[in-house]
Nanobody
């Protein structure tokens, strides 16, 4: 079963940057679409960004477009989420999963990992 492990979360101030990492032990992520999702306190999961297989295309949701970048390092079998110019509203637990679509649909994710906490505080 494909299981994802996220890392890289931290507490930062607005305007700062973070890079999150996503791995799937025992699986080659080149063969899977990978999406990043987040859940703010008291809110439902929402899509952030995703990448289809072999870097064929990427999708971003409006709140993060232009600030976040999803990328894949095949040599390290890792998918990254580079987050620049972070805002307070980016606070939440970030997850990765094997789902990608034009709207980065969180509703298609059937299982969530432990996630990694990102806190942006003023």
């Amino acid at each position: 079963q494909l299981q994802f492990v996220e890392s890289g979360g931290a507490s930062v101030q607005p305007g700062e940057s973070l890079r999150l990492s996503c791995i799937a032990p025992g699986h080659n992520l080149d063969y899977y679409p990978v999406g990043w999702f987040r859940q703010a306190p008291g809110k439902a999961h929402e899509g952030v960004a995703c990448m289809t297989t072999r870097d064929s295309s990427t999708h971003y949701t409006p709140p993060v477009k232009g600030r976040f970048t999803i990328s894949r390092d095949s040599a390290k079998n890792t998918v990254y989420l580079q987050m620049n110019n972070l805002k307070v509203e980016d606070t939440g637990v970030y997850y990765c999963a094997g789902v990608c679509g034009a709207t980065v649909p969180a509703s298609l994710v059937t299982s969530w990992g432990q996630g990694t906490q990102v806190t942006v505080f003023a």
